[in-house]
Structure formats: structure tokens, C-alpha cells
């Protein structure tokens, strides 16, 4: 009960009425179409399932699709204006595809089963990950990340990204895209407000924490 408590409290903080009411509508997509898109170019960078064997890429399976409808909507470059999510690789990816065809591709991933990121776990990081991830850090003001991705990392759908599983070095490289400002599509700025206090070593810690969770 207190967490839910304080969830409620962070995103009536952080969150305006209006984006919360734009956000909570459901993705509507054909699974199917969306299916055979991801078989496609997607395919070769994230597998056809969207469990990514590379970790630099990130894993989409069993993301919530309304984050990723949001992701591919922020890569797309407007009329020179560079993407709210500044990522050369997949905004190329991005500019043939419709909203109706991300649509697909969002309900296609959010079905799919996450499979936990394989790699050699350092298991000397595990303590200080799950010290951030849970309690933040009090000295620096940092929050919990569990108060918004939730204590097991599934997320808490619309707005917070399901983190469980992930590869570390992906969540890793997100962190410091958010420190750079070359990812700006977080509402408020809330992440980049958020890395700007974490030690190097608590970035580190915290995303090998997270791909150890289920
Ligand atoms: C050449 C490799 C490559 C291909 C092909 C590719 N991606 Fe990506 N994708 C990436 C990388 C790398 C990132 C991380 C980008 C960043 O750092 O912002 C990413 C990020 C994403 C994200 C954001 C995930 C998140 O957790 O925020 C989505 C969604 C996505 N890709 C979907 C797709 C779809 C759909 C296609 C096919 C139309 C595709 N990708 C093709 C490499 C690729
Ligand atoms: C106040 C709420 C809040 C807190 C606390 C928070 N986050 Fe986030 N986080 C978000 C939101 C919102 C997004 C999605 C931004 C977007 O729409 O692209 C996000 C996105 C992310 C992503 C990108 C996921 C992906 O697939 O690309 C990572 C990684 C992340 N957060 C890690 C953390 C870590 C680590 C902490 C704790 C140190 C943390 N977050 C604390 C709200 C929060």
C-alpha cells in the first residue's frame, strides 16, 4: 500500500492531467502485421521476437507497447528538427514506417515473452544496484527507481518503462544518452534530472542490478 501511495504521489508531482490522459489511451494494433514488419530489418538488430541477443541492443519483448509506440514516434526526425530521441540508427529505421504500422509493432513486442539478458552477471555490483534501485540515494536526493519502475522492474504502464531483464549495457548507455540530452523524450525531464546525480559507479551498479530482475 505505500508504495502504490507513493507512486500515486510521484506522478501527480511530475505528471500534468493532460499527459497522463494522453498517454493512458491503449495501443489498438494488428499482431499479426506487426508480427511481419519485426521479421523484417527490425529483426536482424533486436531477432524476430524481440529478445535482442546483442547488448547494445536493447530488448523489446514484453515492453508495455504504449512506451514503445511513444520510442518510435520520439526517433522520428519532423522537418530537420532533430528527434526528441536522437538515435541515427533507429530514426532511419523509423521515417518509412506509419503510426498505424508502429502500432503493430508495439502490441506485436508487448506480447512476446522477455527472456533475461544472458550474460556473465558481476555479481560485486549487485549490492549497490539494488541499494539505488530501491532506496535511491538520500545524500544526492536521488528517488527510488523503484517508486516508478516498480520494485521488480515490470514498470507501471503507461508512462514507466518495464526495465526487468534488460541488458545492462544497453540501460547503461541509456543513462548517459539522458546525462547528454541526446534523449529528451522523458516527460519533465524526469531521467535527466535524475542521472545528473548518479555517481558513474551507481550507473554502472544500478543497470547490472536491473538485468538481473524477472
Ligand atoms: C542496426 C540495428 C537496428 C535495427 C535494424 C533496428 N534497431 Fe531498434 N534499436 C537499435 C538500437 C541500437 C537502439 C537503441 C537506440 C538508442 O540508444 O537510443 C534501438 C532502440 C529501439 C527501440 C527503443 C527501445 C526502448 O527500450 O526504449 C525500439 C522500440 C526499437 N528499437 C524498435 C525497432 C524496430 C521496430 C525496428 C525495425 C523497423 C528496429 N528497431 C530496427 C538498433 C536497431
Ligand atoms: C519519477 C519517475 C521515475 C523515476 C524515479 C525513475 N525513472 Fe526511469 N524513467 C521514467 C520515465 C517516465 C521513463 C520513460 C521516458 C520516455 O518516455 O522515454 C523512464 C525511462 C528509463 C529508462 C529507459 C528505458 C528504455 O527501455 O530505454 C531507464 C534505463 C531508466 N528509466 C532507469 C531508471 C533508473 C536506473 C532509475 C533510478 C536511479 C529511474 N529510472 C528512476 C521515470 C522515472
Redesign the pocket.
Known amino acids: 500500500m505505500k508504495v502504490i501511495k507513493n507512486i500515486v504521489i510521484?506522478?501527480a508531482?511530475?505528471?500534468s492531467n493532460q499527459t497522463l490522459a494522453d498517454a493512458t489511451k491503449t495501443v489498438q494494433g494488428n499482431v499479426e502485421k506487426g508480427k511481419e514488419l519485426a521479421s523484417g530489418v527490425c529483426a536482424g538488430c533486436h531477432n524476430p521476437d524481440g529478445n535482442s541477443v546483442i547488448p547494445t541492443n536493447?530488448t523489446l519483448a514484453g515492453?508495455h507497447a504504449e512506451?514503445l509506440l511513444?520510442?518510435l514516434k520520439?526517433f522520428k526526425v519532423e522537418e530537420e528538427t532533430p528527434a526528441k530521441?536522437d538515435n541515427p540508427i533507429m530514426s532511419s529505421m523509423v521515417a518509412p514506417l506509419s503510426v498505424d504500422d508502429m502500432k503493430d509493432l508495439a502490441v506485436f513486442y508487448a506480447q512476446q515473452k522477455t527472456q533475461p539478458a544472458n550474460h556473465d552477471v558481476d555479481e560485486s555490483q549487485l549490492e549497490l544496484g539494488k541499494r539505488?534501485?530501491n532506496g535511491?540515494?538520500l545524500e544526492n536526493s536521488?528517488?527510488?527507481?523503484?517508486?516508478?519502475?516498480s520494485p521488480n522492474g515490470a514498470g507501471i504502464p503507461p508512462?514507466?518503462?518495464?526495465?526487468a531483464g534488460?541488458h545492462a549495457d544497453?540501460?547503461l548507455s541509456?543513462?548517459e544518452t539522458?546525462r547528454q540530452g541526446t534523449?529528451a523524450?522523458?516527460?519533465n525531464n524526469?531521467?535527466q534530472m535524475?542521472?545528473l546525480r548518479?555517481s558513474a559507479q551507481?550507473?554502472k551498479a544500478?543497470?547490472e542490478y536491473?538485468s538481473t530482475l524477472k
Open positions: 510521484v506522478t508531482l511530475i505528471f536493447p515492453q512506451y511513444k520510442q520520439d530521441r539505488v534501485y535511491g540515494n536521488v528517488p527510488a527507481c523503484s517508486s516508478c519502475h508512462l514507466f518503462p518495464k526495465l534488460q544497453y540501460t541509456q543513462l539522458f534523449r523524450n522523458d516527460i524526469t531521467m535524475i542521472v548518479l551507481e550507473k544500478v543497470a536491473i
